[in-house]
Each structure stands twice: as structure tokens, then as C-alpha cells.
């Protein structure tokens, strides 16, 4: 299987580009998927739109983006048992390009990529199940805590993920959930309890009060602001993405805070995201804000990008 598809590409720095890109998917376990709705991850987006590192990578342009994709089976290679042509499926990982890097490699309108990147429906996708991918990474996260029905939580921030965390939290039975967020509108899509714009809104009552703070922004000085809100020896997850992890310890250091990282998401917490899903017990539609065609695409991303109003912004290729 070789050819080139129309993608999304990051030439350069704070340039998207619609361009066709080569793939050779030439393995016997690769297959071939044919796009039918792609969506923007504004945090890691954000990142590798400004040239900001994200990982240990170095970032050599141009780069292909997109993580979350669902679509249909064209072509498989001679030793691909999982799928068959026509099947639908979740792809988090497009990863047989030839002259990009790849980071995930999804908005395409065809993916090449190994069969162990996907995910079968036995359906026709709906919406619900471009955020697999978002309700593991916080499955992921969320399991890393310990928490159990009795602990507070306070969530930092309530885009796609904050939002997300809260929903999560709720079927695991967490009655106690706050949130601090800038804009009024996410608030209302959230079922956390009490929602402040500001740290200072939260009053001393709510001082030593919280379990685990998730912070969820992407600001990662926000957690001195809210150390006084954590119990002592309680937990931060760090959630958000990060263009410089630096807080000064000092301003936190006498709740002795336990640190937690949440970058790695694996295969058996995104089939565990997969069932819940298909449970209906989040409620998932809110969190689709904006469809775009991939005509226009330029426009999704500034949505995507700076709109209050924004959750998850889908880009349609058919």
C-alpha cells in the first residue's frame, strides 16, 4: 500500500498548510483507513504550532497532526487478523508517512498505520467515540490518584480535559467535585459543584479542603495559587500541557504535595474508555462545540484554538 493522501501539515512554525503527503504502508500488519471525522487537541496543538517542545522530541518540520480519528478499513496487509476491509474504527496514530514526522499523523484523509493503532467499532462511529482517546488519557490519570467516594477534588480549568475529568469522576461515584474556570459557558456544561473564575474566589472555608487538585490549564504557576486549597500531603495531577514546567517549591513545600504525571495513556485504557462510552453513562454530546469541513480547516484551528466557547472542534473529510 503505497500513495499519497491530502493532509493537515505544519510546514513551519504558525503555518497550516493543506498539502498531499506520501505514505508507504508496506508491513504486513499495516493498514490502510479511509478519514471521516478528525478532532483538534488545542493544548498539544497549541504547542507544536508555536515550535515548543512536547516530549523529548525534536521537532523537525513539516509535521503531520491529529491524534483522534474515526473511520473505515480500505486495504490491510496479508497477516492483519483484527480488522477487514469495511470495518469502522477509532485510529489514535497514523505512522506510515514518508517525509513528515508524524506526531500521531491523524488529519489525513487516508491514514496509513499498523493495525495495533486502532480500534474496531462494529458500528457505524458516532460522535461519542472521537473522544476515546480524551477519556482514557483521564482514566489514565484519574487511576494514578487512588481516590475513593468520600475525597474532594478540585479541577483546574474545564476544557476538553477538565471537562472531561469531572465526567469521569462523577461515574466513578466522586460526589464532591469543584472547578475553577475562567469562562462562565464551560462551567455550565460541567457537573462540578462549586465553579469560581478566580483562586480568591474560593473563600477560607475551602482552605485545606481538597484531596487531589487536577490542574487542567496548562499554567502550571496556578498550583502555588491553589496550594492553600489542598490538604496537606494531598495530591496535584498535572494534566495540562506544559510550554515550561517550573513552579517554585518553596511556595508549596509545607503541604508536602505529592506530584503526579499522567502523559501515558496505554492500549488497555483505551478499551476501557471504549466500553464506558458505549455505557452511555458520560455524557458526551456536550462536548462537541463546533463541525468543520476540511475546507475549512484554517478556521477549526482558530476556533479550536481561541474560542471560550470551544470543547472539542471536529473536522469532517467526506
Not at 55 to 60: A, G, W, Y
Not at 158 to 169: D, P, Q, T
Not at 264 to 287: A, G, M, P, Y
Request: glycine share 6%; with cysteine; aromatic share 8%.
Amino acid at each position: 500500500m503505497q500513495g499519497q493522501a491530502q493532509a493537515i501539515v505544519l510546514p513551519k512554525a504558525n503555518k497550516l498548510r493543506l498539502s498531499n503527503v506520501p505514505y508507504n504502508a508496506d508491513s504486513p500488519k499495516d493498514i490502510l483507513v479511509k478519514t471521516i471525522a478528525t478532532t483538534i487537541t488545542p493544548g498539544l496543538d497549541r504547542l507544536l504550532l508555536t515550535n515548543k517542545p512536547v516530549s523529548h522530541k525534536v521537532l523537525n518540520y513539516p509535521i503531520l497532526l491529529g491524534s483522534e480519528m474515526i473511520g473505515q478499513v480500505m486495504e490491510t496487509g496479508s497477516d492483519v487478523t483484527s480488522v477487514e476491509p469495511g470495518d469502522f474504527v477509532y485510529t489514535f496514530n497514523g505512522n506510515r508517512w514518508t517525509g513528515v514526522e508524524s506526531y500521531y499523523g491523524c488529519h489525513a484523509e487516508m491514514v496509513p498505520t499498523s493495525s495495533e493503532n486502532v480500534l474496531t467499532l462494529g458500528r457505524q462511529p458516532i460522535h461519542r467515540d472521537l473522544l476515546t482517546g480524551l477519556l482514557a488519557y483521564v482514566i489514565s490519570a484519574v487511576e494514578k490518584a487512588r481516590l475513593d467516594t468520600s475525597s474532594r477534588v478540585l479541577i483546574l480549568g474545564l476544557g476538553s480535559v477538565g471537562l472531561m475529568a469531572a465526567e469521569y469522576l462523577r461515574v466513578k461515584g466522586i460526589g464532591s467535585i469543584d472547578a475553577l474556570e475562567n469562562f462562565g459557558i464551560r462551567g455550565q456544561l460541567s457537573c462540578a459543584d462549586n465553579i469560581a473564575m478566580q483562586v480568591n474566589d474560593f473563600t477560607s472555608d475551602f482552605d485545606d479542603g481538597y484531596d487531589l487538585i487536577i490542574e487542567a490549564t496548562g499554567r502550571i504557576l496556578l498550583i502555588e495559587k491553589a496550594i492553600r486549597l489542598l490538604k496537606p500531603k494531598g495530591s496535584i495531577l498535572l494534566m495540562g500541557n506544559y510550554e515550561v514546567l517550573a513552579y517554585d517549591y518553596r511556595l508549596i513545600q509545607r503541604k508536602e504535595p505529592v506530584i503526579i504525571c499522567s502523559n501515558i495513556t496505554t492500549r488497555e485504557h483505551l478499551v476501557s474508555s471504549q466500553k464506558l462510552l458505549e455505557s452511555d453513562r458520560i455524557e458526551s454530546e456536550k462536548f462537541f462545540t463546533n463541525v468543520f469541513a476540511i475546507n475549512q480547516f484554517e478556521l477549526a484551528y482558530r476556533v479550536a484554538l481561541d474560542s471560550k466557547e470551544a470543547i472539542k472542534t471536529v473536522i469532517s473529510w467526506i
